[in-house]
């Protein structure tokens, strides 16, 4: 069950929210500065002050309210520090139901971890003024290209059932070593699952989950420009599957191996882009086709 969030859109983010685990503390700061270990408890009492904490019925909450299991609370993350991200997104489409846009490489689609305000999402709820945005698939903040979003909450089940039913056809581009053994185009088929590091996918023994056709764009030396079709939707899954046949895309920092964060560093790219989806739209029954203007 998810609540209406009772504080309302600030400077194009959205409240965040918690649904308090099973736990016993004496009151609803002990809660917070157990919860979250990183933020002082004079940053609570202000954000308390302002009365943006609240839980899922509106209702201000202070330091000395109560804390139990089950209760949803509101607030608005903030972060001290944010390293601003020095490109734009460039919008391909919009119309009543669908905002389509070309996103660059780095800029993250949605808040977490270090990004707030330098995300895509927010940068679009501000310039958009569209409160309801919401992004209709994944695309990783280190891949550029095409992304849909939902203006419209009526009809966004309808477009996200598409990808469910795997109505879309997704093209992309990447640049990786050249694979001289292999003849193309192939299909490349894994069982792909999470790894014990949270933030990568492994391929394991175990019924294929994950399904990518490959071919050859054109030979640019000891590389290849290759045209990726994945008919299903794995985290990471472009990434691993080249990874696995010899050829991680070029600037991976995850495969074959995971390298250290690189911070800030905007200088190697990812080469992976998103390039075109298609689909026939289910409201007018139109083919859609939308294409990013970038190249690797």
Known sequence: ??????????????????????????????????????????TWRLRMEKNELLDAQGNTLQANSVAKRGMCIFYYRELQAETAIPFEARIIHQDKHLLVVDKPHFL?????????????LV?????????????IHRLDRETAGVILFSCEPTSRGIYQRLFQQRAIQKT???????????????IYRSHMLESEQFFVMQEGIGNTNSETEIDIIERRGEL??????????K???LRVHLA????????????????????????????????????????????????????L
């Open 224 to 233: 290849s420009l290759y045209r990726l079709h994945p008919s299903t939707g």
């Open 235 to 237: 985290k990471h899954q």
């Open 172 to 186: 992309y581009h990447a640049l990786a070593p050249h694979l001289p053994n292999l003849h193309f185009p192939l």
């Open 108 to 120: 993250p689609v949605t808040p977490g971890g270090r990004f707030l305000h330098e995300t895509l």
């Open 1 to 42: 069950m998810q609540f209406k969030s009772p504080l309302p859109i600030r400077d194009g983010v959205a409240a965040s929210y918690l649904w308090l685990p099973e736990g016993r503390w004496n009151n609803m700061l002990e809660f917070l500065l157990a919860q979250f270990p990183d933020v002082q408890e004079s």
């Open 123 to 135: 940068r679009l709820k501000k310039t958009l003024k569209l409160e309801h945005l919401t992004p």
């Open 244 to 295: 696995s046949l010899g050829a991680p895309i070029v600037n991976d920092s995850f495969y074959p191996i995971a390298l250290p964060c690189k911070g800030d560093d905007f200088s190697r790219p990812l080469k992976l882009l998103a390039k075109s989806i298609s689909f026939t739209d289910p409201i007018n029954a139109e083919i859609r086709h939308f294409e990013s203007q970038q190249s």
